[in-house]
DNA sequence: GTAGGTGCAAAGAGTTTGCATACGC
DNA sequence: GCGTATGCAAACTCTTTGCACCTAC
């Protein structure tokens, strides 16, 4: 798992340091959505002197290669960060916990198609995300 | 329209003031989301001693009787306000000139019940955009 | 007249940048 | 060894807050 990407890293012209290696690590292990700050308290207990500007410009580099999303939600003002998935997939974002589950299959497609048509607008990318309350959080 | 609006604040506890009023003129009349610095921008001609912390504070009041509502979409950082619209809409975000267009009708509702079955997960609300480029932008 | 609203300046959060040093390859 | 990556501190942007004055009702 680390050692893809190590090679991807390289592959895209970017060192595989400890910070980003350890970094990756986290997203992967963690499923919530992180902010910058989340990952950096993480890891500043194996890597002291570890510094969040580091954070911010990793984050901007992993983005850059497609390792990692960047995601606004409306429930949080910092930008969060996710592995980026090869498969197209929507969330369902708890507004108690924050967790997030991801969901594969979309509902959206032929709807596109029928609002490119309607409106005359060239759809690239879209981004759907349900909120409410997980199962432990909504039986509490 | 704009007395309904005084009305409504009135019957919400907040006084209806030229500041206010002013700015719901704008967000009445524009069609794109406004960053509370557009806002600011496009009234400080007629009210020159504006502040852009008026701006932010009545933007929280409004939010909060449901007048306006607040946005944070992928393509700004900052926050976004728009009048709240009675009807559940979806939004076609350009991302050239950031227009933004307004969809009535919503193909999510089905999935939303299938996903909380699955998922055992309680849907408060959802946000579906589609981004991409309006039909002037696409023909440059 | 009174409570809520506003302007100004200052403070706070989140993020970015400059520069000297350190590390991956 | 070279060039990218990093730590630190300072700068920057967006947003919030404290306080004295003002205005809607």
Redesign the pocket.
Known sequence: MLAKYQNWL?DHG???????MMMLEVLDEDHKFL???EIYQSLIEK?S??????V???M??LVEVGLVSPVNLETS???LYELSHTEHAHHLICMSCQKVIHVHGCPVASYEKQIAKEHQFTVREHKLELYGYCQECSTK
Request: charged share 30%; aromatic share 4%.
């Open positions: 390289r970017l060192k595989a340091t400890k910070n980003r902010s910058a700050e890597a002197n570890l510094s969040l500007s580091t911010y410009r990793s901007e580099s003002k910092q930008t």
